[in-house]
């Protein structure tokens, strides 16, 4: 396919204030981001929310409201909403903002993993807010649960909204667990299955990592799933790179990684997505629209969200 979807994440919950002044905190900041983000390229934007005061993640669905009816009133593009919200969280509390909002497309983990964050402990010493390195540390004990039974909670909670889904996989398990759910019929095709490299508890960055996944999920899926990928940190541009080359879709954004050149701070999210963009067109291909990305994953469309 000649046309890439650019994913873009626009805060996450793992980057913290302290990391980056760039990091989208308030409701006015995750929408400017967002539209920023979409002017640049971007087909979906993947959000979540953040309390404005210390930026810890927010996953009620008020917290989501002021900046999805900027983003639905300015923009065109996909909004994709978080389930994972923080992996402290319970499941019940994730998949609110996408049941009361109902958008074209919701992430979903799909199994449980060691989570590590604390090797950001080693880079930043001085924290704003309390909390931040706290969550880093506790991070050392942290088992990010997705059980079987968490995952047919979210499917069966979210598919009456006729959203679809971001299936984020770390692992070679969470492909398999994909698979059988897709057998059950709780999913179905096309699925958008986004392969993730480089965070500690999951599957690493290197090239046979990332086609390992790729073999692995053409294997289980044939022709019923539409790939995409996202590289932590430092990997974040050369699995981008690889994956456009294979004929893949490529996420970026702050929530992923804080970087844009070795010791330069993103300045935004729309300068990822200009420069994966411009990988992208050098190898000959061009960027999706959102209407585009619609017809690729067979969305419902955006007259048809909660928002």
């Known amino acids: ?49 953040r309390n404005p005061e210390d930026g810890r993640p927010d996953q009620s669905p008020e917290a989501f409201e002021p900046f999805l009816k900027v983003i639905k009133q300015s923009s065109n593009v996909v909004v994709n909403l978080t389930t994972g919200g923080s992996p402290y969280m319970p499941v019940e509390e994730r998949v609110q903002p996408a049941a009361v909002w109902k958008p074209e497309v919701a992430s979903l983990n799909m199994g449980s993993m060691n989570f590590g964050l604390f090797p950001m402990l080693k880079r930043y010493k001085e924290f704003k807010h309390e909390w931040e390195p706290a969550m880093l540390e506790g991070s050392h004990d942290l088992v990010f649960r997705n059980s079987f039974k ?17 299936f984020e996989c770390y692992d070679t398990s969470h492909l398999h667990n994909l698979h059988y759910f897709w057998t059950e019929g709780l999913v179905q095709a096309p699925l958008f299955i ?37 590289g932590a940190g430092a990997s974040q541009m050369k699995v981008a790179a690889q994956a456009a080359a294979m004929g893949g879709h490529v996420r970026v ?37 959102p209407d585009e990305a619609r017809e690729i994953l067979a969305l419902k469309g955006g007259d048809k969200v909660g928002f």
Not at 12 to 28: C, D, F, K, Q
């Open 1 to 49: 396919m000649s046309k890439v979807i650019i994913s873009c994440a626009i805060t996450g919950s793992i980057h913290t204030p302290s990391m980056s002044p760039h990091l989208p905190v308030t409701a006015e900041e995750i929408a400017e981001s967002a539209l920023g983000a979409a002017e640049a390229g971007a087909a979906i934007v993947h959000l979540h929310a």
């Open 150 to 166: 968490d995952i047919r909670y979210a499917l069966e909670t979210l598919n009456a909204t006729g959203a679809r889904y971001e």
């Open 194 to 230: 986004q392969t993730c490299f480089g965070l500690l508890g999951g599957i690493g960055p290197h090239p046979e990592e990332v086609l390992h996944m790729k073999r692995t999920a053409d294997r289980l899926f044939g022709d019923n799933y539409r790939w995409s990928v996202l």
């Open 253 to 289: 954004g702050l929530e992923d990684n804080l970087w844009l050149d070795k010791g330069v701070l993103a300045p935004s999210n729309a300068a990822q997505v200009t420069r994966v963009r411009q990988i992208i067109e050098g190898l000959g291909l061009e960027a999706a629209t």
